[in-house]
Every structure is written in C-alpha cells, then in structure tokens.
Nanobody, 124 residues
Framework: QLQLVESGGGLVQPGGSLRLSCVGSGRTLDTYTITWFRQAPGKEREAVSCISGRGGSTNYADSTKGRFTISRDNAKNTVYLQLNDLKPDDTAAYYC?????????????????WGKGTLVTVSP
C-alpha cells in the first residue's frame, strides 16, 4: 500500500511562491505517475499537473502553465510542485495522487492512491 503525504501549503500574498511536497511511503514512488490536483471551496476538483515515474514526461493544466513546475526526486520518494506568481484563484486544497499510467494522469478517476491534501491560501 502506498501512502502519500502533502506539505508546504500556507498563506501567501498574490505574486508570491510556495513549494509543495508529496512524500510517498510504503512503496517506492518511481513506479508511479504522480498528479497534483486542487479543489477550491464550492468548485470541482481539477488536475493541475502530472509527472511520469522517471520524470521524463510532464503535463500541465492551461491555467497553471508557465507558473507552476512539477518535479520529482525519486531518491527521496518525493514529488514537488513549485507554485509561482500565485493568484487568489489558486486558493485551494492541493492533493497529490498516484497512478500507473501517464496517459491518463489528468483524470481523477484514474488515480489509485490519494494524499489528504495541503491548503494553499492566496490573499493580500
């Protein structure tokens, strides 16, 4: 069983940055594609970005391209999401999830494991 734990959320001003971490335990993370999702209050969950098991392929939602960067360090069993130029609309709970196939990585119903999330609040 793979467990995922997110961290790094917090309160930040518009234009600020945060780095979220997703640490895996129970299994090595390098066999999994990892996706970051977010869910704002009253809104549906949306995929933000995903990265293949060895990090060679990535995908981003249009709303985050150029501002967010996903990366991974398999030696540390960790996937990161760097959030830059944050906007109030980025306020949400951010979740990481694991799946076996990169081709479906932006689809929530393709995920096998989920973390419990970390909250990002962007406010003046």
């Amino acid at each position: 069983q793979l467990q995922l734990v997110e961290s790094g959320g917090g309160l930040v001003q518009p234009g600020g940055s945060l780095r979220l971490s997703c640490v895996g335990s129970g299994r090595t993370l390098d066999t999994y594609t990892i996706t970051w999702f977010r869910q704002a209050p009253g809104k549906e969950r949306e995929a933000v970005s995903c990265i293949s098991g060895r990090g060679g392929s990535t995908n981003y939602a249009d709303s985050t391209k150029g501002r967010f960067t996903i990366s991974r360090d398999n030696a540390k069993n960790t996937v990161y999401l760097q959030l830059n130029d944050l906007k109030p609309d980025d306020t949400a709970a951010y979740y990481c999830a694991a799946s076996g196939l990169f081709r479906d990585c932006m689809r929530a119903n393709s995920m096998d494991y989920w973390g419990k999330g970390t909250l990002v609040t962007v406010s003046p």
